[in-house]
């Protein structure tokens, strides 16, 4: 199993671009999510997905958009990068709520200039 | 307002020792409290979950305990090592919904 995959790795945007952020997982997880990861807040829950279809809004969700068409993909979208957003980007996934174990991917680290 | 406080300060030990994690949290009714590993420039990885009507939870070195009373959970590593030396993040999962909320994490460094 590959586990939790997100690229890209790294991306600069300028202000104002829009872009999305790509995260697979092929453990068939139904809960997925993403996070941000900025100096000194913590990781907070941007918009999260229980399953195929069905997605919310987390703790920081403005300025971003997801979709959930499939168990595997989970991609999240920046409308008009600001560069507020600047920050780790990580994806994780876990059997369904209260499960333990949320693995997580590798981020994506973006610089909105 | 909700919070999830661990160590402000990076903390040093020596290896052999025991290392204590503090995270204490106001606000929240956790119905699960978990604690990762984050290595710098990956991801976090998970290590151990407790639930809210348990006391404790042990694996291998790593050791949890959970007083709902005092809201906060400790974190135990006993006979650290070098590799040990991480920041390592508290989560709460809550009763009334489907979001974890972290808290900002406490650097451990093992000094051989």
């Known amino acids: 199993n590959a586990g939790v995959t997100q690229t890209p790795k790294f991306q600069v945007l300028k202000t104002g671009q829009s872009m999305t952020l790509q995260c697979a997982q092929d453990?068939?997880?139904?809960?997925m999510s993403w996070y941000r990861q900025d100096p000194g807040m913590g990781l907070r829950l941007i918009h999260y997905s229980v399953g195929a279809g069905i997605t919310d809004q987390g703790e920081v969700p403005n300025g971003y958009n997801v979709s959930r068409s499939t168990t595997e993909d989970f991609p999240l979208r920046l409308l008009s990068a600001a560069p507020s957003q600047t920050s780790v980007y990580f994806c994780?996934?876990?059997?369904?709520?209260?499960?333990?174990?949320?693995?997580f991917g590798p981020g994506t680290r973006l610089t909105v200039l | 307002s909700q919070k999830i406080e661990q160590n402000s300060e990076a903390l040093n030990i020596q290896e052999g020792k025991t290392a204590t994690l503090t995270c204490n949290y106001t606000?929240?009714?956790?119905?699960?409290l978990q604690w990762y590993r984050q290595d710098p420039g990956r991801g976090p990885v998970f290590l151990l979950l407790?639930?809210?009507?348990?006391k404790e939870k042990r694996k291998e070195r790593l050791k949890v305990t959970f007083d709902t009373t005092l809201k906060q959970s400790l974190f135990h590593i006993t006979a650290s090592q070098p590799a040990d030396s991480a920041t390592y993040l508290c989560a709460l999962e809550t009763n009334t919904g489907n979001q974890f909320y972290f808290g900002t994490g406490t650097s451990l460094t093992v000094i051989p």
């Open positions: 606000n929240y009714s956790p119905a699960y």
């Open positions: 994780a996934s876990s059997y369904y709520r209260g499960a333990g174990t949320q693995y």
């Open positions: 407790i639930r809210e009507n348990e």
């Open positions: 453990m068939n997880h139904e809960y």
